[in-house]
């Protein structure tokens, strides 16, 4: 890829000046004239039936605008699922039955903040509280109060039962019948949060032409658009949602929220723009984290480590509506299935109703907890056949050209690469044999290695399912890039300019972008489901291409050649054979416009994968294509244990990754980086903690996640398995999620092989360590003594 | 709920003066943010704990979510509006953009002014002091690594400027 200009090239972020200056505005920072301060108020119980609401008293408070509930809304479910099976199943705002701490009751929109404040002390609600239950092994059993029906398909005795994946291949009896050795095991992963920096936030403004205009900190405007059409009864085009920088989503902030259908009814009763920001307690007490998940594993395996047949079992407490349950459960399976060989499975997951707060997807969507058990196993499985980690991966990890059981071909699958590669790096083989026999020593600080790996998917199909770009020349051959892309801080906006200036052959500083806007730009897939770059970078490459193939037929025209004979250098098109022949970009573009019918040259394309696939793979039954590109990781953590303490210090974590090619090495780096902090978070320390359905540790004094004393030292492999070619579709995968569960299932087999100590419930907290070191300490003496 | 009576006072930011009548309970932050708006100070957590709102005063780098605007009656507080000259980024601004140490962006405003702070007074600062430095600026995207090399990659700049 030497003859490239940018494209594999560490070319700096587009937007860092205007956020090194303060300068980018993000949805907090925005003021309108006339803007009122929006509130919520929130169901104190875990679950209530509503007897009575009155906000007359707040009606009347003087500076209140407008105050709103259900009853001024057209009480319109939506859900982060909307399909036949797992239809929409969550009001905007509570209409008479509340679910979970926090669940929205009422809004109210005032001059100031005090006096929002003052009005939602004065709206009086009379609760019936009903009986709740927050386990969701607790809520499966059939004396559990019922939350919700169950699934009306989902035919086991269990209560509580909000859906269910099940699915599975081969013969698992025969397979478990012929192993020669069987392990099960089960895991439990917490509740975690995204830690976005900056709270939940929305702008809305009803104008005068009958145009709600939404600023809102999220992931994508195309979905958001389409969940406030619908539930606020507007035609799409009289919803405009409008770019603004963010900060920070790592997967929660995809889905309606309700402040942003709150602030749109503010605006829309009171004719002002309305403000909503979170305050920090309020993103802990009543927005939506991340899925906490328990996973039970049996595995079969031959002498000589073959898989030969897994059941997987994992319960999904998805609080007090679907949320993104429904969907972990599914994914789970994918996360189990993709990087090794299972040649039988048997799969059930369970997503449970609980009067938990609802959940939404953080970076890796499950995989990070499904790694984390899986790979902590093999390490088990591994050690009993006496061989080693590495050896048992390799002769599990899938090949390129494999076959996935849903139809997938892994057709450039890197995983072997990855493992063989991070383990030279790190010396693997030596410090693992050496860290066993460091164990017996007498040194309080133990010293351990251990591998992760993981594969995931990308740009998967869900709304809006495609992106679209164009690419418009302009008179001296600059271009507009225009695209529905939101870059939450990934780089997005970076690396399309990267392909338009490469495509066009134009400097990177002549490419402007325009982003992000329901209104003027065309729809994007949205910075979530780990497709951007694949499936909105594929169709800027289209369009960017399109733009070229127009400009180079005017060109031959003008130069009187034939178009493959033409060659273009610094916004020149020349004859090869005869150089001096030769025309501007922009008197290319002059004689279309004079020649052309006034066509200004301007590109279109559009991209979706899987095109002959109608939708996104069944949920129920797993069945369909998932994604066209698998990447691969393969993590390698080393660590210590201090086994006096119980504190755990990840000392280094190498990556070699596959994402197909870099097309940005310094952007792939900082994807990395925080997904090593993301992992070792999840590890190590962050947990909320929910008393009766109540977040007690809303603060980031109490919830803990990494800060710079703690960086982890990082180090990357690239292993390619892809390129990028000129005027061609090209593959990709994802850089951006996947690696957290490397991580995360690393450090386990690191603290293993430190201590031998084999912990199954995340974090990794000292008095878990410890408590867990003593009973090590107890059985040791209770078998030798 | 009875209102405090505002009180005159005058505040330094970024070199400009500021006359203001400000009721006493209002942050330094609340006001930088809405009465000047100088919205590059962001707001992560209001518990003083994210670092986010960090400023400097007198040089020093404070949160301004903890510091009440009377409290800056007649001391020189910079935001990270007063940092460039003109187009010209600061050394620090300049190393952040280039070496990949922004990614969302809503912790750099108070991750550079505490790295600015540090060079200050300190040059060439070892991992162990730029570390220590910014360990109460929380940045969720980057895991830091590029914002230690950043900093590191600055403090060559400064120190080679005096």
Not at chain 1, 208 to 220: A, C, D, I
Not at chain 2, 14 to 21: D, L, Q, T, W
Request: glycine share 10%.
């Amino acid at each position: 890829m030497d003859d490239l200009l940018y494209i594999g090239k560490s070319i700096p972020r587009k937007d860092g000046p205007i956020k090194a200056t303060g300068r980018a505005q993000y949805t907090v920072d925005i003021s309108l004239p006339g803007m009122l301060v929006g509130k919520v108020l929130r169901s104190p119980y875990p679950h209530a039936r509503i007897l009575h609401i009155d906000t007359s008293l707040a009606e009347k408070l003087p500076g209140v605008k407008a105050v709103v509930t259900a009853a001024d809304s057209l009480q319109i479910k939506h859900g982060f699922v909307e399909t036949p099976r797992y239809p929409a199943d969550q009001y905007p705002m509570a209409v008479d039955t509340v679910r979970h701490v926090g669940e929205d009751i009422a809004g109210v929109a005032a001059v100031d903040e005090d006096t929002a404040e003052e009005a939602l002390n004065l709206i009086r609600v009379e609760y019936e509280p009903l009986p709740a239950v927050f386990d969701p092994e607790e809520a499966m059993k059939p004396e559990a109060p019922e939350i919700h029906p169950n699934h009306p398909k989902v035919k086991d005795t269990y209560r509580n039962i909000g859906g269910k994946t099940e699915t599975g291949w081969g013969d698992l009896e025969k397979a478990l019948k012929e192993s020669y050795l069987i392990r099960e095991d089960k895991y439990y992963c917490q509740m975690r949060t995204h830690g976005y920096l900056e709270p939940q936030a929305t702008v809305a403004h009803f104008d005068f032409s009958g145009k709600l205009n939404v600023w809102t900190s999220g992931m994508g405007v195309f979905l958001k658009r389409a969940k406030l059409a619908k539930t606020l009864g507007l035609p799409y085009s009289n919803v405009r949602v409008l770019k603004t920088y963010v900060g920070g989503a790592f997967g929660g902030k995809i889905d309606l929220f309700h402040h942003e259908y709150i602030s749109a009814l503010l605006s829309m009763k009171s004719h002002q723009p309305v403000k909503i920001v979170y305050s920090r307690e309020e993103v802990f007490k009543a927005s939506r984290h991340a899925q906490p998940l328990i996973v039970q594993i049996k595995t079969g395996v031959a002498k000589d480590g073959t898989i030969l047949g897994q059941e997987i079992r994992t319960i999904n407490d998805s609080g007090a509506y679907h949320g993104s349950g429904v969907v972990v459960i599914f994914l789970a399976w994918g996360f189990a299935m993709a990087p090794y060989r299972i040649p039988a499975m048997k799969y059930a997951g369970y997503s449970v109703y609980t009067n938990n707060l609802v959940r939404a997807p953080q970076r890796g969507h499950g995989a990070p907890k499904m790694r984390f058990a899986i790979e902590s196993q093999f390490d088990m499985i591994a050690e009993t056949l006496g061989i080693d980690p590495l050896e048992f991966r390799l002769r599990n990890a899938r090949e390129p050209g494999e076959l996935l059981p849903n139809g997938d071909s892994v057709k450039n699958f890197g995983l072997r690469d990855c493992l063989l590669k991070s383990a030279e790096r790190t010396a693997f083989r030596d410090k693992y044999q050496a860290a066993r026999t460091g164990r017996e020593c007498d040194n309080k600080i133990k010293r351990g290695i251990g591998i992760g790996t993981t594969s995931y998917f990308g740009g998967s199909l869900i709304y809006p399912n495609s992106s679209t770009v164009i690419v418009r020349l302009n008179d001296d051959g600059s271009a507009s890039l225009v695209t529905g892309a939101l870059d939450i801080g990934q780089g997005c906006e970076t690396v399309l300019s990267q392909i338009v200036a490469e495509e066009l052959g134009i400097p990177i500083e002549e490419v402007q972008i325009y982003a992000a806007d329901t209104e003027t730009t065309p729809v994007d897939i949205g910075s979530w489901i780990s497709g951007l770059t694949y499936v909105t970078g594929n169709a800027a490459k289209k369009a960017a291409s399109q733009a070229m193939k127009k400009l180079l037929l005017v060109a031959a025209e003008e130069l009187q050649a034939d178009v493959k004979d033409l060659r273009t250098h610094r916004k020149e098109i020349f004859v090869t054979q005869a150089p001096n022949r030769r025309i501007t970009y922009a008197q290319a573009i002059a004689a279309s416009i004079a020649k052309n019918k006034g066509d200004s040259i301007i590109g279109e394309g559009h991209f979706r994968t899987m095109k002959d696939e109608p939708t996104h793979p069944s949920l129920a039954t797993a069945k369909g294509r998932w994604s066209e590109n698998y990447s691969n990781y393969a993590t390698v953590a080393e660590v210590e244990v201090d086994t006096e303490t119980g504190m755990i210090k990840i000392l280094k974590a190498t990556t070699a990754h596959d994402c197909g090619f870099p097309l940005n090495p310094n952007l792939v780096e900082g994807q990395i980086d925080g997904q090593v902090s993301m992992g070792q978070g999840h590890i190590l320390s962050e947990e909320l903690r929910v008393e009766e359905g109540c977040v007690i540790n809303p603060s980031f004094l109490e919830y803990k996640m990494p800060s710079a004393m703690e960086m982890v030292e990082t180090d990357y492999v690239d292993v390619i398995t892809e390129k990028y070619e000129k005027d061609r579709h090209y593959n990709t995968k994802e850089v951006g999620e996947g690696y957290v569960s490397g991580t995360v299932a690393a450090v386990a087999n690191a603290v293993y092989n430190a201590t031998g100590l084999r912990l199954t419930r995340t974090p990794f907290s000292p008095d878990r360590v410890l408590e867990g070191l003593e009973q090590m300490g107890k059985k040791e003496k209770e078998e030798h003594g | 709920m009875k209102k405090k009576s505002k009180q005159l006072i005058t505040l330094f930011v970024n070199g400009n003066e500021y006359e203001m009548a400000l009721r006493p309970n209002r942050t330094l932050l609340e006001v930088l943010r809405e009465d000047l708006r100088l919205t590059g100070t962001k707001e992560g957590c209001d518990d003083g704990v994210c670092g986010s709102c960090t400023v400097l005063m007198n040089g020093v780098p404070i949160r301004s979510c903890l510091c009440l605007a009377v409290e800056a009656q007649g001391k020189a507080i910079t935001t990270i509006e007063g940092l460039a000259e003109g187009h010209r980024l600061h050394p620090v601004q300049q190393a952040f953009v280039d070496q990949g140490a922004i990614q969302c962006g809503y912790c750099s405003p108070g991750m550079i002014l505490t790295a600015k702070a540090l060079l200050d007074r300190n040059p060439q600062p070892t991992e162990g002091e730029i570390k220590e430095s910014i360990s109460g600026n929380f940045c969720r995207c980057t895991g830091y690594n590029k914002i230690v090399t950043a900093i590191q990659t600055a403090g060559r700049i400064v120190g080679g400027e005096k």
